[in-house]
């Protein structure tokens, strides 16, 4: 009677034990269902903002041309693959191509939070995998890339989908997971180069820790190598032409110890445009900062009293995780440290991002109970500031599409447009353009432009000028001397954004 009671009790053990798991399971699925809905909800203001910077060069590579027009131009402007490019030719042709071509990136980034909860599930917990997910559908970073018509959102996703399936295929050895780990990986380096900063390390960690399955590595990473080599000849051309910008970055951002930490902190919870004493703020920031490090402390602590200073885990895919984190980082300083050479800015680390947040879901879970869930909520709450200041209209997209609709609610066909902008920038400079719905002459304020202003006096019309809103340029860009008494100010319209743009209209008297 005994041992029949006890079978009966440990019959009922296991099916509460069973019963706890399927609620568990149920309820996290519906918190990362609630996550991704967060995100979409967060990214879509965005999402709708004028295209800014180099979004512009994306959108004249693919808007109004044919296929082989648009890979035609990434092989001879861009230095990025063509996978992005194709994806926003594709989206851009079912309707307002201003807003289409960033879908790539939205419908990417929001697919990241559940990708990230089930990686982290996988490698580090399931609190690891939610804490994950909740920061980066509320990250400004990952709002913000998540939302513009380049590649990184993109590259993100892809290469957060490679790590999980590559973990799967070395525990469970089929066939599917293999190939969706080579079909991962050689979108994501279609998709943008700075994929092989967690290609390679992840590649050569699953070799070293999982010799067991090396043929099946060696073949999915064949297939990739084979799937890349049509790009070849275009990646050298695409090499060829990337010295410029690493020299221009190396001016306008060098890399120094104080940038490489504000620049890593940035992508974690910051805005690419605005400082981290704005976004996500100085005492979110110290928050966020004092309650990882001293985690991390703990952490090294509680380590070194149980088994002191010995070799860690390398083959536990937490390793590779905190590895993937810190590659990227490292690998894009250490290239920058070359001379008149810099490419140390923070959306060449979106690769990394994802698994820095996961790391931290870790150390953030890491004491277990009420004490995690309340340093969790606490961190995510600083994260939730930030994300409730990114969406402020300071923090918008420059209002490029504002200006174009003041010019054409104010003035005729054909308005004569004085630009600052205009075009010494290439494409981002055509932004007011580009939001044009009828013609306009578009002029850049410079000796060698026509008389725009004389004929205006000749015709009666109008003219505007768009500059940015600092007072220096607004005294500069004005009727000159010679018509200074000639015409008047009638309106003028500022624009929202963490660049600003006053649009003026001047009339003859």
């Known amino acids: 009677m ?14 509460r034990a069973a019963a ?133 959102a993109l590259v993100a996703a892809l290469v957060v989908l490679s790590t999980l399936a590559l973990l799967s ?116 920031l110290v928050a966020i900062v004092a309650v990882l490090a001293g985690l991390a402390l703990a952490v090294a602590y509680q380590s070194w009293r149980d088994v002191g200073w010995t070799k860690p885990n390398l083959a536990a895919p937490g390793t590779l995780l905190v590895l993937l984190a810190l590659v990227p980082l490292l690998a894009i300083a250490l290239y920058s440290l070359r001379p008149h050479t810099s490419f140390f800015v923070s959306r060449n680390l979106s690769v990394a991002v994802p698994y820095a947040l996961l790391s931290f879901g870790w150390l953030l879970t890491y004491p277990r109970g009420r004490i995690a869930a309340a340093l969790a909520v606490a961190v995510l709450a600083c994260v939730g500031i930030g994300t409730v200041r990114a969406l402020s209209v300071n923090r918008q997209r420059p209002d490029a599409r504002g200006v174009a609709h003041f010019i054409e609610k104010h003035g005729p066909s054909g308005a004569a447009v004085v630009d600052v902008e205009y075009p010494f920038t290439g494409p981002p400079s055509q932004a007011v353009r580009v939001y044009a719905s009828r013609p306009s002459r578009i002029y850049a304020p410079s000796p060698s432009s026509p008389d725009v202003w004389g004929a205006a006096v000749r015709t009666g019309e109008p003219v505007f000028v768009v500059t940015r809103r600092i007072g220096a340029l607004m005294r500069l860009f004005v009727p000159p001397s010679q018509y200074a008494s000639r015409f008047r100010l009638v309106a003028s319209h500022t624009t929202s954004g963490f ?10 008297r």
Do not use: C, M
């Open 20 to 152: 706890r798991r399927v609620a568990s399971d149920r309820t996290s699925t519906l918190a990362v269902a609630g996550l991704t809905l967060l995100a979409l909800a967060v990214r879509w203001p965005y999402f709708h903002q004028s295209l800014f910077g180099d979004e512009l060069f994306l959108y004249l590579d693919v808007h109004g041309r044919s296929l082989g027009q648009v890979l035609s131009a990434v092989h001879d402007t861009e230095k990025t693959p063509p996978l992005g490019f194709l994806l926003a030719w594709l989206f851009a042709r079912g309707g307002d191509a201003t807003v289409l071509v960033r879908l790539p990136s939205l419908v990417a980034s929001v697919a990241t939070v559940p990708l990230l909860y089930l990686l982290g599930r996988r490698a580090l917990g399931r609190g690891a995998g939610l804490v994950a997910a909740a920061w980066f559908a509320l990250s400004p970073f990952a709002i913000f890339y998540g939302s513009e018509a380049r590649a990184y």
């Open 169 to 284: 295929a070395l525990e469970e050895r089929r066939v599917r997971w293999w190939a969706l780990y080579a079909l991962a990986a050689a979108a994501a380096l279609y998709t943008h180069y700075i994929a092989a900063l967690v290609l390679l390390p992840q590649g050569a960690w699953a070799l070293w820790t999982h010799r067991d399955s090396a043929r099946e590595q060696l073949l999915a990473a064949g297939a990739v190598l084979l799937a890349l080599a049509p790009w070849l000849p275009s990646f050298l051309v695409q090499a060829r032409h990337s010295g410029g910008e690493a020299r221009r970055l190396a001016l306008l951002a060098p890399l120094t110890l104080s940038s490489f930490f504000k620049t890593s902190a940035l992508a974690v919870v910051g805005h690419p445009f605005a400082p981290l004493r704005d976004v996500p703020g100085r005492a979110p």
């Open 2 to 15: 005994a041992a029949g009671s006890t079978t009966l009790n440990d019959s009922s053990l296991r099916t």
């Open 499 to 508: 660049i600003q743009y006053v649009v003026r209209e001047y009339a003859p």
